[in-house]
């Protein structure tokens, strides 16, 4: 398979002292973003273990506990976050312009004004993936635009990976082109997204540090798992509570051979709750397992799923599955770029079919190490040293000769008698 190819302009080569600013919807929590972010620090922690790493998140409380210790030195803060929250309103374009004002002049929120200097003098900012930019949450086209403000005043870099960009907001979408251009390195991890943009298509952020530390290494694994969201559900919980139910009894699954995993903490608990006692014996794995010990995912095992970076990760694992569009304009362009890249799931998007379960595994291991590597070149790029112009010294300028002035003739003094 071909690996995707990514928009860049070649940044410049050169040293510089190394101070990157993350921005990411971390510290919810949310298993995909979390997972994301943490990868984006490992990856800094090899390559960069002195540098100055901020990320900027929504929630840098918790997060900062979250991700302790992966990168020797980084640190939380909501700036941007802040920044997008304090805009006059909803409108994506007004949002977009307040904040990169405010960037250009942190006397706009003064309580912020430290926070801005220090945004205002990173090498790199970088916008990580995820599907956090568009219609769903339009303040947030805003960090666009504050990383955008941030290196005109800097003059680092600019950069966006794996993002996701649809559904876009109404007339939004020359906005989004246009902040876009203003960036060196732009990536997308789907179709509509590259289409929207007029650039290739990329991959997902967490193919960068995919690996056997992500998975819980338990022996006894249960043989189907479920990942079942409340949130962000346009067809009704209900109908996804139903259509699961339905694939399991089709499938003659024993319950205690059954386990459901928490992508978001409590979230993810609530269309459990309406079949949990039709499934005796399943087992229940919380957010805070799978992040401490990993995603009880490997080969054999069948799937499914509604969560975008569940599915990911569980066929990266060699896990078949059938993941559940809960949302056409959303979650189904998600599900499809995996699918498309070679996960072997089955998309369901009409929840009244029963497909058959599924056995022909994940993704193969080569197709995981062009991923792998793929994300690796583009990390390189978003990280290359920057070099900043040089303001030129002024030089004295050369000595002006001036003649001297003229000499008043003097007369010789009359003698008067």
């Not at 990514?6 to 080569?13: D, R, V």
């Not at 997060?63 to 929250?85: M, N």
């Not at 112009?389 to 003097?410: D, H, I, K, L, S």
Request: with cysteine.
């Amino acid at each position: 398979m071909p690996v995707p190819e990514i928009s860049t302009s070649h940044p410049e080569s050169g040293s510089s002292r190394a101070r990157y600013h993350l921005v990411a919807p971390v510290g919810h929590p949310n298993y995909g973003d979390e997972l994301i972010t943490a990868g984006w620090l490992r990856y800094l922690a090899e390559t960069a273990p002195d540098a100055e790493v901020w990320v900027d998140t929504h929630s840098p409380g918790p997060a900062s506990v979250l991700f302790d210790g992966i990168h020797p030195r980084a640190k939380f803060t909501d700036t941007l976050w802040r920044l997008c929250a304090e805009a006059p309103d909803d409108d994506p374009w007004r949002t977009a312009a307040w904040v990169r004002d405010a960037v250009h002049n942190p006397g706009m929120l003064p309580r912020l004004h430290h926070s801005v200097e220090l945004l205002a003098e990173a090498d790199v900012v970088h916008v990580v993936g995820g599907g956090y930019i568009n219609k769903l949450w339009p303040r947030q086209i805003g960090l666009l635009a504050g990383a955008v403000a941030a290196v005109e005043r800097s003059g680092g870099r600019a950069a966006m990976t794996g993002q996701g960009l649809l559904p876009a907001c109404e007339g939004s979408i020359p906005l989004v082109k246009a902040l876009a251009d203003r960036f060196e390195v732009v990536e997308v991890r789907d179709d509509a997204s590259a289409d929207l943009l007029g650039r290739p298509v990329g991959l997902d952020d967490a193919f960068l540090t995919i690996g056997p530390d992500r998975y819980d290494q338990s022996e006894d694994l249960p043989e189907v798992m479920l990942c079942l969201q409340s949130d962000l559900v346009e067809v009704g919980v209900g109908a996804v509570a139903g259509a699961v139910l339905s694939m399991l009894r089709a499938w003659k699954t024993d319950p205690a051979k059954i386990g459901v995993v928490e992508g978001v903490p409590r979230v993810d608990r609530e269309v459990f709750s309406l079949i949990e006692r039709e499934l005796p014996g399943a087992r229940f794995y919380p957010f805070s397992h799978i992040w401490t010990h990993g995603l009880p995912a490997a080969p054999g095992q069948t799937w499914i799923s509604t969560r975008f970076h569940i599915h990911m990760l569980a066929a990266a694992a060699g896990a078949s599955g059938v993941a559940v569009s809960i949302h056409p304009d959303y979650y189904a362009t998600k599900h499809r770029s995996l699918v498309g890249l070679g996960s072997n799931w089955t998309l369901l998007e009409d929840l009244s079919q029963v497909p058959d379960r599924p056995d022909e595994g994940g993704y193969a291991g080569e197709t995981l190490a062009d991923f792998k590597d793929s994300k690796r070149k583009v990390a390189e790029q978003v990280y290359a040293p920057v070099v900043r112009p040089v303001a030129e010294e002024p030089q004295p300028e050369p000595p002006v000769e001036v003649e001297p002035p003229a000499q008043r003739r003097r007369w010789p003094r009359r003698i008067r008698n």
